[in-house]
Each structure stands twice: as C-alpha cells, then as structure tokens.
C-alpha cells in the first residue's frame, strides 16, 4: 500500500489533528505514504472559479510528480480529491488539453501522461484495501456507537466526473467503513448536504444556518458523533458549532470526528495520539464509550 | 412486465397536511417513474394529482423528487431507482410549496426568472433586420440555452433550503444566458452584474454542486454562476467578500505553493470592516485555546518557484 501522499493545506494549517491522525493510522495499516511536499493547492474550487486551465495546471503538475514516482495519489480531504478528480478527468479525456497544459510543466521537467489515479482515502479502504482486511486489524471494535456520516460535496458531485459509472456505491463508503469498525451510521438526509463552509465570509448566516441544520439533524438520531472525510466540512462542522447552534437557537453538542481518527479509535490508537483532544466540541463522551 | 412499489407523498390542500401513500402497479419493463404514477392515476386513484405534458423530456413539467433527488420523472426509468424491486419514494419538488399531491406552486420559481429580467436590452436605434451575432460568439450559451426551466435545480439547492432570498440556479443561469450576450449594451450588462453581484445573487452559492448533479439537461447552473462571477470581476465588480476572498486565495497560493488560512479569512472580510473581524474572535480563541490556528508566519514550500512562475505566464496570456 504505497501512494503519492497529498494531505491538502488545511491538515497543515486549521485541522492538524487530521494530519496526525492519518500519519498514526497509516503506519497502523501499514501503508507507506510518499508525502508530496513541493506539490500545491489543488485551487479548492477557487483558483479555478478564477481560470480553470490555471487550477488544472496545477493539479496536473501534481499529478505528474506521482506519475513521475508510479504511485497512485491519496488525499485525506473531500474538497482535494473533488477538485483533482475533475481536473484529471477532463485532463484524462483530452490529449490536446492535456498538451497545451504540459507546456507549462515543462520548464520544471514535468509532463503528465495521464496515467495517475487520485483516490480519497475513504475510497482507498474500500476498494483497495478492503474492508475485510480493516476488520482483521480492528482492536476496539465501535459496538454500541452510532455515527453519523457527512460527506462533503466534493466527493459525491458531480458524480459523471468523479469515477462513479466504475464505482457507483462510492456515496455508500463511509456507511460501510462505519459498520466494518463495529459502530452503527445514522441515517439522516443532511449526510450528503453541504456543510456551508464555502460562503463561510460571504454569508456567515446561512453558511452557520447550513451547518446547523445538518448537525442537529443528525443529533436527533442519537449519534454519538458525527464523522467526515473533509477537513473543510470539518472547520465549520466543529469549529462554528456554537455559532450555528446560536444562529439556529437551539443546543448542539455532537463531536465531529476526521475519518482517520474514527479509524485510529478502532484500531486501538490512544485518542491523544489522533488529536482527539484538539476539537472545540468536546469529543471525551464519544472516546469514553469506545469499548475496552 | 413488472411491479412497482411506489411511496408518493400526498398533500391536500384543504386540510394542508402531507403524508405517504403506498400503491402497487404493474408496468413494462422499460416504464419511466411517469409512466407508473400515471398509471396508479388512470385505474387505480383518480384523485392522485400530478402535472405532465410532453412525456418525452421536454416540457419541464414533470419535475419531482425521486428517491431523494429532483428528476424529470418521464426519463427517469425504473429500473434505474429501483433495480430490484425497491419502493420508490416520490414527492413534489423540494424549496416549492405543494399545490395538491406532485403538483409544486412554481409561482416563487417564476418570479425569480422574472427578478434577472430574462431578456434582451440590445444596443439602440434598432437594426432593419434581426441583430446579427457571429455563431462563435454564441457557442458559450448553448448550455444556458438548453434549460427547460422544470425547477430541479431549484428544487435540491442548498441555500434556497436556508434563505429564500437568493436568487437561485435557474434564474441565475438563465441571467448569464444574457449577462454572455453580445448584442447587449455595456451599460445594460453592467447593470446586470452590479444587481447580480448583491446579497442574494452570485456571490451566495455555495459550490454544492447540486445544481449540476441534478440538471437533466446539463445546463450546469453552478457552472454559468461561476461564469458570471468572473465577468462581474473583469467589469470591475469587485467590492464584495467573494471577490476578496478569491484575491487573498489567490495571492498566497502564486507566492507560497500553499493557502494561507491565517490571512484568508480577515483578507476577505475586508481589513477594515471591523464589526465582520469581531464576530470571528469567538471562534479564533477557541481555536488558540486548542493550539490550531495556523501559523502567521507562512513558509514557501519547496518548488513555490514554479508555482509562481505558472501563474504569472498564465496570467500574462
């Protein structure tokens, strides 16, 4: 299990505890992850809102460093992994493109040539690791727990784009890793919503109205916490949590947790060692409950 | 022939309540979810409301959820929401209140439309014969021009579910289907991204990608959002958050390689819109308190050089 490492700029900067998660979690698993440090922003959906062939460019220099290494690219964040997987789409479907791209590469010795698959790590378990082969190395298994799931966007659309005609079940996966570890998911129609991080400074009411929407429906199930493979879902699913809860006047109080570290929790990992102590909704009631 | 499971949910109107009602029908084996509403209506529940024309992915009217997610329900085959058997779930259009049954009040949906004046404000004195425009000119609105105006989009829009006040995926891509016009006058598209550019309008959507996924004629609305922000931005519509934010993303991405969450959020408030910066000290002490702010002092990473270098050629062409 060996991948060209992109962990996106937000588990370096607002979410570490994500990044630290996955570190614990990778050598767990045995995974060896090539960290791809002089690679960029994917753009975010911003820089390419700006100029599309910009944020393709560079994104396809960054998957020219994986293809350099022939590995397959892993990110940790639903914002990268959408934003890549379209970008290697289009790059994929059009050689013309794909050549008038590369001649921005080439000064740095770069081309790509289309070859790099980009996989979100929550896809990684399922389809190339395999859930079987999680649950061997599960030491604390969730039972009891119930999680609720949250996607984020950039995962699940659009899905013509992002490899769901090969897997068509990929709005499923964190259901199924959920249920792997021994926990229950959830159901609530907020899993596939948008956390409202995107227009955080343009409309702080309804980015908090959005947010606080999806976490109180989700607490109504009775989840113990709430998990996410997007650490920009995350900044506004955790982070605003009493602002939402005050914009929509009522009391929240669910732990959001990264996918890493509901994994790590599984696999036996003490909860200081993934971050668990670094949320602003405190998450000591859902590492309490984990079986011994 | 098959069975279908249906779950529709049914509104009435004089006791304004909603509930499910279950029906059984059976059906061809290439049957669209229509084709069994239809069919539940013609022999088995006449009072079953539900509106429909052309059948054939034209009209628009037929627009509903299915299974969750807004679908014309005449090219929405069952086998491909039930390929086993399954219930399907069918309800009137989401961010629509319900006239009777799947029947939605389009009325707001309108008056949005209405709201981006959908139509040509050409130069003036009028030619003596049609205004020409050259076909490359047009070739960008094909996508705009394809909308059918059946509301899905509308109907699994994110902010709408929070705000009624924005304007909304239809209604905005059918403004870029002017605001990409050539034949219209520079004062009249100026005026279009002054009011497009205001609370409620382009700057509100969220990136959800809702609208896209959901679009049975791929029209892409998110995408001719996004088209009209960049030509609001070139025509010098840039005193907003959405614009800032860009400028701050941007800015530390083209000189580190890397986003520079530290700056990201007051460049993009304005720095000297205090009141905005106040509100966020909660959120920034609670995050100090947890040893998770990011740095200020933001270091290039290795090879920013080139990114720089990308960027600047780019920009230059």
Known sequence: MRYAYYPGCVSQGGTPELFTAMKAVGEALGFTLEHLKEAACTGAGVLQERDPELGDTLNARTFAMAEKRGLPLMTICSTCQGVMGQANYRLKADPEYRTFINKYLKPEGLEYKGTTEVKHFMWVLVEDYGLNRL???????????????????????????LGYEEHPRRDTYLEQIITALGATPADYSGKTRCCGFPILTMNRTNSLRMAGDHLLEAQETGADAMVTPCPLCHLNLDGQQPEAAAVRKVQLNLP??????????????EPKALGLNKHIVSTRAFAAKVPA | MKTVNLKVKRFDPATRKSKFQDYQVEVDDSAAVLDAIIEVR????????????CRSAICGSCAMRVNGHAKLACMTKVSSVSPNGETIVVEPLGNAEPVKDLVADMGPFWAKVKQVQPWLKPSLPAPDREYIAPQEAMQDLVGAVNCIMCGAC???????????????????????????????T???????????????????????????????????????????????????FRDNNGTRHSDSFARSVKHTGSLDEFRLLPESLGLDDIAAQ??????????IAKGKVPSPLHHKRPGAEHVTRIFDEMEKE
């Open chain 2, 278 to 287: 106040l509100k966020f000290v909660p959120t920034a002490l609670r995050a």
């Open chain 2, 42 to 53: 013609e022999y088995q529940d006449e009072t079953l409301a539900v509106r429909c024309s």
């Open chain 1, 135 to 161: 649950k061997e190395h599960v030491r604390r298994p969730l039972t009891g727990i119930t999680l609720a799931p949250f996607y984020g966007c950039y995962v699940l659309r659009p899905s013509k784009k």
């Open chain 2, 186 to 236: 520079q004062t009249a598209r100026d005026e279009r991204l002054s009011q497009l550019s205001k609370y409620g309008g382009i700057w509100d959507c969220t990136h959800c990608y809702e609208c896209v996924q959901v679009c049975p004629k791929d029209v892409a609305p998110m995408e001719r959002i996004l088209d009209i922000r960049r030509a609001a931005v070139a025509a010098g």
């Open chain 1, 256 to 269: 959001v947790i990264h996918l890493p570290q509901m994994v790590g929790v599984a696999l036996g990992i």
């Open chain 2, 154 to 184: 509308v109907s699994d829009c994110t902010v709408l579910e929070v705000d009624k006040n924005f304007i909304g995926p239809a209604a905005l891509a059918k403004a870029y289907r002017f605001v990409g016009d050539p034949r219209e």
